[in-house]
């Protein structure tokens, strides 16, 4: 590869706009590109930061996306990737998805705005969030008087218009984060801005289920086609 290449993956490498997950496949994507040896760290990252699948999928997305036409680079770099992985065995897929939930507030059902402070404070959370490669997605939520709920009995639906009076089992907010266990979650959130100044709060985590924990009952082909879905969901994110 010209020089010209190199300093463009240089260039990207140290741009702002990617995550610490990002730049370790980046870094994975030059090292190869250089001489097919990568460095031990380097893999320590990505392997910290990907499972075995998402390792071929992402290397390729940042490749072709964030540098350039994945031709440029020339194939080989993936067959290398791929023996790479392959001599390393120690790839596993650790990382669990995990459901961070808001709890509502009385101020929050009341359509109480939050205060430019703590935008701002929750702003440069979700920015270490998304460096550390942990944030999936994340929304507020409207007060439960602009939301409803369907009762199912039977074949039979039943709307029930909002607000709904049980305000602490209800949900103001929620993030989707990737960690490598329940305690890296309770961590983060433990770092997490107080999201009801003034009022106590409350941050439930629970873990999300992946196709492997249905086990014998989540059938091959469901597999595939639940897999198929979260891989078009991802690369849209």
């Known amino acids: 590869m010209n020089e010209a290449k190199f300093d463009a993956l240089e260039e990207y490498r140290t741009s702002h706009l990617f995550t610490d997950a990002e730049r370790a496949a980046l870094d ?33 997305l940042v490749a072709s996306e964030h540098l350039y036409n994945m031709t440029n680079i020339g194939l080989n770099i993936h067959s290398a990737m791929l023996c790479d992985i392959s001599r390393h065995q120690t790839i596993r897929s650790v990382k669990m998805r995990f459901m961070v939930i808001v709890k509502a507030s009385k101020n929050s059902e009341a359509g109480v705005m939050p205060s430019e402070k703590l935008l701002t404070e929750m702003g440069k959370y979700n920015e270490e969030l998304a460096k550390a490669g942990v944030l999936l997605s994340g929304e507020g939520l409207q007060a439960s008087s602009k939301g409803a709920r369907v009762k199912f009995s039977g074949d039979k639906r039943t709307v029930i218009d909002g607000p709904f009076a049980e305000t602490m089992e209800l949900v103001a907010g929620f993030w989707l984060w990737k960690c490598n266990s329940l305690q890296e979650a309770i961590e983060w959130v433990k770092r997490c801005p107080n999201p009801m100044p003034g009022e106590e709060a409350e941050i439930e985590i629970r873990q999300v289920f992946e196709p492997e924990d249905f086990g014998a009952e989540f059938a091959p082909e469901h597999r595939k086609k639940a897999e198929r879905v979260y891989k078009r969901v991802s690369r849209r994110r």
């Open 28 to 60: 994975y994507v030059t090292e190869l590109t250089k001489d097919e040896k990568v460095n031990p760290d380097t893999f320590a990252r990505m392997s910290r930061n990907y499972c075995e699948r998402e390792f071929c999928e992402i290397v390729w």
